[in-house]
């Protein structure tokens, strides 16, 4: 399979050698710039999740004022509504969305876990119910290559098997199994050298079966590798154990990705752990629901602390919201249903795990990555 179209396979290549420059390193934490179709990414990097072509709340000037370099969206979410060709006709999801920035593309894979109760697994695929309207549709690694490929996106990730935790061996063992074989026909089906493809470790908590999936997935010479089925039902630590391992075991010269992880805590420890990326719905949704994000911690503004409390939502945050408005007018908003509340604060969320990894990317630069690290990790008691 992996033959075909051999000009265009030999210019994903090529270009895969220069995808990702690591700049600096102090301990295990690392500053690298990520080189991709629509700009260059300054890693450790956060990702806003844009699940439909949208980070909720905001739009991409606002997304660029809170200094977010690449927003992540969904094949799944994409692929019910509005459609490939909707988005094929628009001239690719960057014009959909207007956002010119670099997009990833989750695969469908954390639907698999997800939405356990809408879909079938089997070893070619797998057949999803859509929650929208019960329609049947069938994934497979190559028509999602396709589909990701054909919207333009600047990284694709493989469709793989993500599973709840605690999970038995034997489920676990499937898992790793089906992920590695779908990321070998994710390989034979990749076409584009525009998109980069990513493939995913899976293992659960079992140090073996990661060890195992990842040295199957660095055969296969990916541009980037990502560690999936983590925060899906297992204790921080236990996280923090199983992504510092995986990373341990990627190569150094390819960007790391970490799915689903967004608190401040959990960003300082990726990073420390040599983690490059992250992506989570978690600073939206705190934005939505009034949970404020701060550096010495998370706080509710539905609290009646909140009512007449005219400090900035983080003193220590020099965004817009924080310049502008206070807590006591945020609490207002929340409490009179005005949906200036959730964007306001979604917008101060997303500026501040910008900024945090903005000052990441200097302090390892600068080789003081270890008084950066303990300072924040001291300071913050919510996240």
């Avoid at 690719?92 to 356990?116: C, K, Y």
């Avoid at 983590?230 to 960007?255: I, Q």
Wanted: hydrophobic share 40%; charged share 20%.
């Amino acid at each position: 399979m992996r033959a075909t179209c051999s000009g265009n396979m030999a210019d994903a290549a090529s270009s895969r050698t220069s995808l990702f420059v690591l700049n600096a390193a102090d301990g295990g934490a690392r500053q690298g710039t990520l080189r991709l179709a629509h700009g260059n990414v300054e890693t450790p990097c956060f990702m806003p999740v844009g699940t439909a072509a949208t980070v909720k709340g905001l739009t991409p000037h606002e997304l660029r004022e809170a200094h977010a370099q690449m927003v992540l969206a969904n094949t799944y979410h994409l692929w019910l509504r509005p459609g490939r060709d909707v988005i094929e006709r628009a001239g690719g999801l960057h014009r959909f969305m207007a956002w010119n920035g670099p997009i990833l593309t989750d695969s469908g894979g954390f639907q698999v876990f997800s939405l356990e109760g809408r879909r079938t697994l089997d070893r070619d695929g797998v057949t999803f119910r859509s929650h929208l309207d019960g329609s049947e549709h069938r994934f497979t690694p190559e028509n999602v290559v396709a589909f990701e490929e054909a919207i333009g996106v600047d990284v694709a990730m493989v469709l793989d098997v993500c599973v709840k935790l605690p999970a038995t061996r034997d489920d676990l063992e499937a898992s790793v199994r089906l992920t590695t074989d779908w990321a070998r026909r994710s390989v034979g089906a990749h076409r584009s050298a525009s998109t980069a493809l990513f493939g995913i470790v899976q293992g659960g908590l079992d140090l073996a079966l990661r060890e195992r999936s990842a040295q199957e997935l660095v055969e296969l010479d990916f541009p980037g590798y990502a560690i999936g089925g983590l925060s899906v039902g297992e204790t921080r630590a236990e996280m923090y154990a199983t992504a510092r391992a995986c990373a341990d075991l990627l190569p150094r010269d390819k960007p790391r990705y970490l799915m689903g992880v967004g608190t401040i805590h959990d960003l300082v420890e990726a990073v420390d752990a040599g983690i490059d990326m992250f992506d989570c719905v978690y600073p939206t949704r705190c934005g939505r629901n009034g949970r404020a994000m701060a550096r010495t911690g998370h706080f509710n503004l539905f609290n009646a602390a909140y009512v007449a409390d005219f400090a900035p939502v983080d003193p220590q945050c020099d965004c817009t919201v924080c310049r502008t408005f206070s807590r006591a007018y945020l609490a207002h908003l929340f409490r009179s249903k005005e949906m200036l509340g959730p964007r306001l604060l979604s917008y101060h969320n997303v500026y501040l795990l910008n900024d945090l990894l903005r000052e990441a990317r200097d302090a390892i630069a600068a080789a003081r990555w270890t008084d950066f690290r303990n300072r924040v990790l001291t300071a913050v008691t919510g996240g």
